[in-house]
T-cell receptor, first 114, second 114 residues
Framework: EAGVAQSPRYKIIEKRQSVAFWCNPISGHATLYWYQQILGQGPKLLIQFQNNGVVDDSQLPKDRFSAERLKGVDSTLKIQPAKLEDSAVYLC????????????FGPGTRLTVL | SQQGEEDPQALSIQEGENATMNCSYKTSINNLQWYRQNSGRGLVHLILIRSNEREKHSGRLRVTLDTSKKSSSLLITASRAADTASYFCATALNSGGSNYKLTFGKGTLLTVNP
Protein backbone atom coordinates (compact mmCIF):
# COMPACT_ATOMS: atom_id res chain seq x y z
CA GLU A 1 0.00 0.00 0.00
CA ALA A 2 1.46 3.36 -1.00
CA GLY A 3 1.88 5.87 1.79
CA VAL A 4 1.05 9.56 1.95
CA ALA A 5 2.98 11.44 -0.73
CA GLN A 6 4.13 15.02 -0.37
CA SER A 7 6.07 17.37 -2.60
CA PRO A 8 8.34 19.14 -2.66
CA ARG A 9 10.49 17.75 0.15
CA TYR A 10 12.39 21.00 0.61
CA LYS A 11 11.68 24.60 -0.31
CA ILE A 12 13.63 27.79 0.30
CA ILE A 13 11.96 31.13 -0.42
CA GLU A 14 12.37 34.77 0.46
CA LYS A 15 9.89 36.45 2.79
CA ARG A 16 6.83 37.86 1.07
CA GLN A 17 7.04 35.22 -1.67
CA SER A 18 4.36 32.60 -2.09
CA VAL A 19 4.71 28.83 -1.88
CA ALA A 20 2.49 25.79 -2.39
CA PHE A 21 2.70 22.27 -1.05
CA TRP A 22 1.00 19.20 -2.45
CA CYS A 23 -0.27 16.08 -0.70
CA ASN A 24 -1.73 12.83 -2.00
CA PRO A 25 -3.25 10.75 0.81
CA ILE A 26 -3.54 7.00 1.07
CA SER A 27 -6.15 5.70 -1.35
CA GLY A 28 -9.58 5.47 0.27
CA HIS A 29 -8.78 7.76 3.18
CA ALA A 30 -11.56 10.28 3.58
CA THR A 31 -9.85 12.50 6.12
CA LEU A 32 -6.82 14.64 5.32
CA TYR A 33 -4.85 16.83 7.72
CA TRP A 34 -2.20 19.53 7.33
CA TYR A 35 0.11 20.13 10.28
CA GLN A 36 2.83 22.68 10.91
CA GLN A 37 5.82 21.48 12.93
CA ILE A 38 8.22 24.14 14.12
CA LEU A 39 11.69 22.93 15.12
CA GLY A 40 11.67 21.44 18.60
CA GLN A 41 7.89 21.27 18.86
CA GLY A 42 5.14 18.80 18.13
CA PRO A 43 2.91 19.08 15.07
CA LYS A 44 0.13 21.66 15.22
CA LEU A 45 -3.04 21.04 13.22
CA LEU A 46 -3.67 23.72 10.59
CA ILE A 47 -6.65 22.28 8.75
CA GLN A 48 -8.65 19.06 8.53
CA PHE A 49 -10.72 17.94 5.55
CA GLN A 50 -13.41 15.28 5.47
CA ASN A 51 -13.65 14.38 1.78
CA ASN A 52 -13.61 17.83 0.16
CA GLY A 53 -15.17 19.71 3.07
CA VAL A 54 -13.33 21.60 5.81
CA VAL A 55 -13.96 20.15 9.27
CA ASP A 56 -11.55 22.27 11.32
CA ASP A 57 -9.46 25.25 10.27
CA SER A 58 -9.48 27.07 13.59
CA GLN A 59 -5.67 27.29 13.76
CA LEU A 60 -5.09 28.22 10.12
CA PRO A 61 -3.80 31.82 9.70
CA LYS A 62 -6.37 32.63 7.08
CA ASP A 63 -4.86 35.98 6.15
CA ARG A 64 -1.94 34.18 4.51
CA PHE A 65 -2.64 30.45 4.46
CA SER A 66 -5.17 28.66 2.26
CA ALA A 67 -5.85 25.02 1.50
CA GLU A 68 -8.10 23.10 -0.79
CA ARG A 69 -9.09 19.54 -1.53
CA LEU A 70 -11.28 20.00 -4.55
CA LYS A 71 -12.02 16.41 -5.58
CA GLY A 72 -11.75 14.90 -2.13
CA VAL A 73 -8.42 13.26 -2.91
CA ASP A 74 -5.21 15.27 -3.13
CA SER A 75 -4.76 18.64 -1.47
CA THR A 76 -2.66 21.78 -1.72
CA LEU A 77 -1.62 24.15 1.03
CA LYS A 78 -0.55 27.66 0.05
CA ILE A 79 1.18 30.44 1.91
CA GLN A 80 1.00 33.94 0.46
CA PRO A 81 2.92 36.00 1.47
CA ALA A 82 5.38 34.01 3.55
CA LYS A 83 6.87 35.33 6.78
CA LEU A 84 10.08 34.31 8.54
CA GLU A 85 8.06 32.57 11.26
CA ASP A 86 6.52 30.24 8.67
CA SER A 87 9.80 28.33 8.52
CA ALA A 88 8.79 24.83 9.58
CA VAL A 89 8.05 21.33 8.36
CA TYR A 90 4.59 21.00 6.85
CA LEU A 91 3.19 17.53 7.37
CA CYS A 92 0.25 15.98 5.61
CA UNK A 93 -1.58 13.05 7.16
CA UNK A 94 -4.60 10.98 6.29
CA UNK A 95 -6.91 8.58 8.03
CA UNK A 96 -9.75 6.30 6.93
CA UNK A 97 -12.21 8.39 8.92
CA UNK A 98 -11.84 11.01 11.59
CA UNK A 99 -13.23 8.77 14.31
CA UNK A 100 -10.48 7.41 16.56
CA UNK A 101 -8.48 6.36 13.54
CA UNK A 102 -4.74 6.19 13.29
CA UNK A 103 -3.25 8.98 11.21
CA UNK A 104 -0.67 8.14 8.56
CA PHE A 105 1.87 10.84 7.91
CA GLY A 106 3.79 11.82 4.82
CA PRO A 107 7.51 12.69 4.93
CA GLY A 108 6.80 16.42 5.14
CA THR A 109 8.00 19.52 3.33
CA ARG A 110 10.73 21.51 5.04
CA LEU A 111 10.17 25.21 4.34
CA THR A 112 12.85 27.79 4.98
CA VAL A 113 11.88 31.45 4.67
CA LEU A 114 14.84 33.84 4.34
CA SER B 1 -1.84 25.50 23.10
CA GLN B 2 -0.50 21.97 23.26
CA GLN B 3 -2.44 19.50 25.33
CA GLY B 4 0.24 16.94 26.10
CA GLU B 5 3.56 17.53 27.75
CA GLU B 6 6.23 14.83 27.52
CA ASP B 7 8.84 14.24 30.16
CA PRO B 8 11.79 14.12 29.94
CA GLN B 9 12.57 16.37 26.99
CA ALA B 10 15.60 14.23 26.19
CA LEU B 11 16.73 10.78 27.27
CA SER B 12 20.00 9.00 26.52
CA ILE B 13 20.43 5.30 27.31
CA GLN B 14 22.56 2.32 26.34
CA GLU B 15 21.38 -0.38 23.98
CA GLY B 16 19.53 -3.09 25.85
CA GLU B 17 18.25 -0.79 28.58
CA ASN B 18 14.62 0.17 29.00
CA ALA B 19 13.35 3.66 28.16
CA THR B 20 10.40 5.29 29.87
CA MET B 21 8.71 8.44 28.66
CA ASN B 22 5.82 10.20 30.35
CA CYS B 23 3.02 12.36 29.05
CA SER B 24 0.69 14.59 31.04
CA TYR B 25 -2.40 16.31 29.70
CA LYS B 26 -4.99 18.76 30.92
CA THR B 27 -8.50 17.83 29.79
CA SER B 28 -10.56 14.68 29.44
CA ILE B 29 -9.68 12.66 26.36
CA ASN B 30 -11.19 9.97 24.16
CA ASN B 31 -7.91 8.21 23.53
CA LEU B 32 -4.18 8.82 23.68
CA GLN B 33 -1.73 7.86 20.96
CA TRP B 34 2.05 7.62 20.78
CA TYR B 35 3.97 8.43 17.61
CA ARG B 36 7.63 8.14 16.66
CA GLN B 37 9.51 10.54 14.40
CA ASN B 38 12.91 9.72 13.01
CA SER B 39 15.08 12.67 12.06
CA GLY B 40 13.86 14.27 8.85
CA ARG B 41 10.92 11.93 8.49
CA GLY B 42 7.18 11.96 9.08
CA LEU B 43 5.51 10.55 12.17
CA VAL B 44 4.75 6.86 12.57
CA HIS B 45 1.88 5.67 14.75
CA LEU B 46 3.00 3.30 17.51
CA ILE B 47 0.06 2.56 19.74
CA LEU B 48 -3.38 3.84 20.76
CA ILE B 49 -4.92 3.46 24.21
CA ARG B 50 -8.55 4.30 24.81
CA SER B 51 -9.74 6.26 27.83
CA ASN B 52 -11.33 3.15 29.36
CA GLU B 53 -8.10 1.13 29.08
CA ARG B 54 -5.30 1.14 31.64
CA GLU B 55 -2.53 -0.73 29.89
CA LYS B 56 -1.67 -1.91 26.41
CA HIS B 57 1.20 -3.85 24.87
CA SER B 58 2.60 -4.02 21.38
CA GLY B 59 5.83 -5.93 20.89
CA ARG B 60 8.48 -4.16 23.00
CA LEU B 61 6.13 -1.28 23.77
CA ARG B 62 4.02 -0.95 26.89
CA VAL B 63 1.69 1.99 27.38
CA THR B 64 -0.20 2.86 30.54
CA LEU B 65 -2.93 5.42 31.03
CA ASP B 66 -4.08 6.93 34.30
CA THR B 67 -7.09 9.15 33.58
CA SER B 68 -7.37 10.22 37.22
CA LYS B 69 -3.88 11.69 37.05
CA LYS B 70 -4.24 12.66 33.39
CA SER B 71 -1.00 10.95 32.53
CA SER B 72 0.41 8.21 30.32
CA SER B 73 3.73 6.45 30.05
CA LEU B 74 5.47 4.69 27.19
CA LEU B 75 7.97 1.98 28.04
CA ILE B 76 10.32 0.61 25.38
CA THR B 77 12.02 -2.55 26.59
CA ALA B 78 15.39 -3.86 25.44
CA SER B 79 16.09 -0.74 23.42
CA ARG B 80 18.01 -0.80 20.15
CA ALA B 81 20.00 1.87 18.33
CA ALA B 82 17.21 1.94 15.75
CA ASP B 83 14.82 3.20 18.46
CA THR B 84 16.65 6.54 18.41
CA ALA B 85 13.94 9.05 17.51
CA SER B 86 11.58 11.65 18.93
CA TYR B 87 8.48 10.26 20.61
CA PHE B 88 5.25 12.24 20.81
CA CYS B 89 2.08 11.67 22.72
CA ALA B 90 -1.11 12.91 21.12
CA THR B 91 -4.46 13.28 22.83
CA ALA B 92 -7.66 12.75 20.87
CA LEU B 93 -10.56 15.01 21.76
CA ASN B 94 -14.01 15.00 20.26
CA SER B 95 -14.36 18.21 18.28
CA GLY B 96 -17.97 17.77 17.22
CA GLY B 97 -20.09 14.93 15.91
CA SER B 98 -17.92 11.93 15.12
CA ASN B 99 -14.84 14.07 14.52
CA TYR B 100 -11.75 13.76 16.69
CA LYS B 101 -8.81 16.14 16.80
CA LEU B 102 -5.27 15.14 17.78
CA THR B 103 -3.18 17.53 19.86
CA PHE B 104 0.53 16.70 20.10
CA GLY B 105 3.02 17.37 22.85
CA LYS B 106 6.55 18.67 22.28
CA GLY B 107 8.09 15.23 22.32
CA THR B 108 10.89 13.32 24.01
CA LEU B 109 14.14 12.89 22.10
CA LEU B 110 15.43 9.38 22.79
CA THR B 111 19.01 8.48 21.96
CA VAL B 112 20.04 4.84 22.24
CA ASN B 113 23.80 4.43 22.23
CA PRO B 114 25.28 1.22 20.75
Amino acid sequence: EAGVAQSPRYKIIEKRQSVAFWCNPISGHATLYWYQQILGQGPKLLIQFQNNGVVDDSQLPKDRFSAERLKGVDSTLKIQPAKLEDSAVYLCASSFTSSYNTQYFGPGTRLTVL
Amino acid sequence: SQQGEEDPQALSIQEGENATMNCSYKTSINNLQWYRQNSGRGLVHLILIRSNEREKHSGRLRVTLDTSKKSSSLLITASRAADTASYFCATALNSGGSNYKLTFGKGTLLTVNP
